[in-house]
């Protein structure tokens, strides 16, 4: 019990070393308020647990609070305090295995901590507005159909021709045409939604589709096994996907498990239809002699 008790001290006070950097860095001065509360809470939290388990706190560790302000600056305030938020509900279950074996006072005020960590925190978390986060949409269209496609149509050409530098061009000349199509698209949107500057919409749809396409199509310019070079490009592809997903599910605050196992399934399955269509055009029209007719031999 007593290393339990010691375990939820240093969680809270952890917490509250976190929000209170997060509140020294702000300068808007209503999201600092809400994070200097929510410091304050875990403060108050932390000193219930202290009480009950003699716990005395270290001085932080400029490590852990450079990697926080890193990924402040690199994710965002919505991420870091959603992500935040997410940790506090495995917490919570915590306290409340604890909460029938407490005497009576210490049990009022866990309920108290319980509910603070369940509504409070939420709510205050929930009023934390950041300008970054509205063209979140855009950025994930732009990531997630650049994905999709180029894997489709890296897998065409594998099922259609064996020469990576072939399926490498294909793959940045449609995205580049597909880059521009989605950037005017997202233009085109932007301008019906008031909160929302439609040029920097479009120049983040285009620039994350483009270099997302990049990144796809490296794989066939550094390799001549069309097999190595797409199972490469579909492993960043799933890398991204990856990223992309849990960091949007964070902010929209849903289940991760599930829309990554849904956009990994979507990716995949458009790569094996389009690999079948192209091995069935391939065959169809007689490619396969023709690629082994051009390719030089060792």
């Known amino acids: 019990m007593s290393k339990q008790l010691k375990k939820y001290a240093i ?6 070393i976190i929000y209170k950097s997060l509140a020294s860095l702000e300068k808007d001065s209503e999201r600092r308020e809400i994070l200097s509360n929510l410091s304050r809470k875990e403060y108050e939290h932390f000193e219930f647990w202290k009480q009950l388990s003699k716990y005395q706190p270290n001085s932080p560790s400029r490590l852990k609070i450079w990697i926080i302000i890193l990924l402040r600056r690199l994710l965002g ?20 295995e604890l909460y029938s074996v407490l005497p009576p006072k210490e ?8 509910k603070e960590e369940e509504e409070l925190e939420k709510m205050l978390i929930g009023q934390i507005q950041e300008g970054a986060v509205k063209y979140l949409g855009f950025i994930v269209l732009g990531l997630a159909d650049s994905i999709i496609e180029i894997s489709g149509v890296h897998a065409g050409f594998l099922g259609a021709t064996n020469m990576t530098l072939f399926a490498g061009i294909a793959g940045l000349v449609v995205g580049f045409a597909a880059a521009i199509s989605m950037g005017v698209a997202a233009y085109l949107q932007a301008k019906q939604m008031p909160i929302i500057n439609p ?3 479009a120049l983040l749809t285009g620039l994350t589709y483009i270099s997302s396409v990049s990144l796809q199509a490296l794989p066939f310019f550094m390799t001549a096994d069309i097999l190595i070079a797409f199972a490469s490009s579909i492993a960043i592809s799933i890398t991204l996907m990856t990223g ?3 960091y949007g599910v964070v902010i929209r605050d849903l289940d991760a498990r599930r829309e990554l196992a849904l ?7 458009t790569a094996a239809a389009t690999y079948l269509f192209g091995d069935f055009l391939s065959n169809w029209l007689g490619l396969r002699s023709l690629n082994n007719a051009i390719t030089p031999k060792a």
């Open 107 to 114: 049990r009022e005020t866990l309920f108290h901590i319980i």
């Open 244 to 246: 992309f997903t849990y």
């Open 77 to 96: 305030l919505v991420f870091m305090a959603r992500l935040l938020e997410r940790h506090e509900r495995s917490v919570v279950k915590w306290y409340r």
């Open 199 to 201: 040029m920097k919409a």
């Open 263 to 269: 956009n990994i399934t979507l990716t995949l399955g």
């Open 11 to 16: 969680d809270e006070y952890h917490d509250y």
